[in-house]
T-cell receptor, first 115, second 116 residues
Framework: DSGVTQTPKHLITATGQRVTLRCSPR?????VYWYQQSLDQGLQFLIQ???????AKGNILERFSAQQFPDLHSELNLSSLELGDSALYFC??????????????FGDGTRLSIL | AQTVTQSQPEMSVQEAETVTLSCTYD???????LFWYKQPPSRQMILVIR??????QNATENRFSVNFQKAAKSFSLKISDSQLGDTAMYFC?????????????FGKGTKLTVNP
C-alpha cells in the first residue's frame, strides 16, 4: 500500500461528459502529481501541485483542470470527454519542493473508459 | 527537454536467471535522479530502485541493482535470481533535481516475462 488513495477505481462515461478524479496524498506529502497512461502516449505528466499552488504543467489539455485543496487532496477534472481520453490516470505524491530527493509514490490509478 | 529511451519493448528470462533492462536518457542537467518503476498486471506503479546522479556508487536493493554510467547517460537495471513475481512492465524515469518541477519523465517501458 503506497498510502496514496485514488477514487474511483473505474469510471465509465460517454463522450461529451465531465468527470472528477480524486486523490488523497500520503500523510506528510505536500506535492501531488497527475499522470496519464495510454497505449499510444505511454506515461505522460499532466500537472503538479505543491502545497495548494500549481507548480508545473505538462501535456495537459485545456479541457482538463486540477486543483489542490487546503487539506492537500487533489482533484482532476476532465470535461467534454472524447474517446481518446480513455486511459489510466495516476496520482502520485511526494514531499516535493525544489531540490527534494524523495521519490514519488503512486496511487492505484483510475481507469477511465469513454464509450 | 529530457527524453528517456528504453530500447527493449519485450524481454523474457527463465526463473532464477539474471536479466538486464536497458535505459538511456538525454538531458543537459547535471543534477538529477533516475528511477526504475515496476508495473505488474495489477497496474500499480511500484518504485524498484533510485539513483542520484551525483553518486558514483551504483544503487542496490536486494536482487535489483543498477549500472549507472553518467557520461554515457545510461541507466540499466539488473535483476538477479529472477522470480515469477518479477513479471511486469518496467519503466525507467528521469527527474530533474532543480528547475521548477519534480515531474517524472518516463520511457515507453519494457515488458518482462519470467518463465518457470
Amino acid at each position: 500500500d503506497s498510502g496514496v488513495t485514488q477514487t474511483p477505481k473505474h469510471l465509465i462515461t460517454a463522450t461529451g461528459q465531465r468527470v472528477t478524479l480524486r486523490c488523497s496524498p500520503r500523510s506528510g506529502d505536500l506535492s501531488v502529481y497527475w499522470y496519464q497512461q495510454s497505449l499510444d502516449q505511454g506515461l505522460q505528466f499532466l500537472i503538479q501541485y505543491y502545497n495548494g499552488e500549481e507548480r508545473a504543467k505538462g501535456n495537459i489539455l485545456e479541457r482538463f483542470s486540477a486543483q489542490q485543496f487546503p487539506d492537500l487532496h487533489s482533484e482532476l477534472n476532465l470535461s467534454s470527454l472524447e474517446l481518446g481520453d480513455s486511459a489510466l490516470y495516476f496520482c502520485a505524491s511526494s514531499v516535493g519542493g525544489a531540490g527534494s530527493n524523495q521519490p514519488q509514490h503512486f496511487g492505484d490509478g483510475t481507469r477511465l473508459s469513454i464509450l | 527537454a529530457q527524453t528517456v529511451t528504453q530500447s527493449q519493448p519485450e524481454m523474457s528470462v527463465q526463473e532464477a536467471e539474471t536479466v538486464t533492462l536497458s535505459c538511456t536518457y538525454d538531458t543537459s542537467e547535471n543534477n538529477y535522479y533516475l528511477f526504475w518503476y515496476k508495473q505488474p498486471p495489477s497496474r500499480q506503479m511500484i518504485l524498484v530502485i533510485r539513483q542520484e546522479a551525483y553518486k558514483q556508487q551504483n544503487a542496490t536493493e536486494n536482487r535489483f541493482s543498477v549500472n549507472f554510467q553518467k557520461a554515457a547517460k545510461s541507466f540499466s537495471l539488473k535483476i538477479s535470481d529472477s522470480q515469477l513475481g518479477d513479471t511486469a512492465m518496467y519503466f525507467c524515469a528521469f527527474m530533474p533535481l532543480w528547475g521548477g518541477s519534480e515531474k517524472l519523465v518516463f520511457g515507453k517501458g519494457t515488458k518482462l516475462t519470467v518463465n518457470p
